[in-house]
């Protein structure tokens, strides 16, 4: 059984996986609420935390920010933006969801995480 700061742990890296496939503004939400509790959690659940919400603020900037940006800064009518965009989108997104998974694996296993890149902020 896990304990308390495992739970929260795997709650978190769940929530960053649900924002990216299931649920998105109302995940975040949760794992904004989440985050700014984490003061009482374990060391644990305070690294997933953090982790989580900082890899979901950046893939809320990378998916909508940049893939916004292609299609405005492009030719909206021109089929190589729509390519470029669509693939960015896709390889980003494919990205972001096996580190979520990565994330989730390592909290299952109580293990801290720091995703790669965008986990930079915490530590």
Same mark, same amino acid.
């Given at each position: 059984?896990?304990?308390?700061? &495992?739970?929260? $742990?795997?709650?978190?890296?769940? %929530?960053?996986?649900?924002?990216? *496939? %299931? =649920?998105?503004?109302?995940?975040?939400?949760? %794992?904004?609420?989440?985050?700014?509790?984490?003061?009482?959690?374990?060391?644990? $659940?305070?690294?997933?935390?953090? &982790?989580?919400? $900082?890899?979901?603020?950046?893939?809320?900037?990378?998916?909508?920010?940049?893939? /916004?940006?292609?299609?405005?800064?492009?030719?909206?009518?021109?089929?190589?933006?729509?390519?470029? /965009?669509?693939?960015?989108?896709?390889?980003?997104?494919?990205? *972001? =969801?096996?580190? /979520?998974?990565?994330? *989730?694996?390592?909290? %299952?296993?109580?293990?801290?995480?720091?995703?790669?890149?965008?986990?930079?902020?915490?530590?």
């Amino acid at each position: 059984m896990a304990e308390g700061g &495992q739970r929260l $742990a795997i709650a978190a890296e769940a %929530l960053y996986l649900v924002n990216l *496939l %299931l =649920v998105p503004g109302l995940a975040f939400l949760i %794992l904004a609420v989440l985050f700014l509790r984490r003061g009482r959690a374990g060391q644990l $659940a305070r690294n997933h935390l953090e &982790q989580a919400f $900082a890899a979901s603020c950046w893939a809320g900037v990378l998916l909508i920010g940049v893939g /916004g940006a292609i299609v405005l800064l492009g030719d909206i009518e021109g089929m190589i933006t729509w390519v470029v /965009g669509i693939i960015y989108l896709v390889c980003m997104h494919a990205t *972001l =969801v096996l580190l /979520g998974v990565l994330g *989730l694996a390592r909290a %299952l296993s109580g293990k801290a995480w720091r995703y790669p890149l965008v986990g930079w902020p915490f530590r």
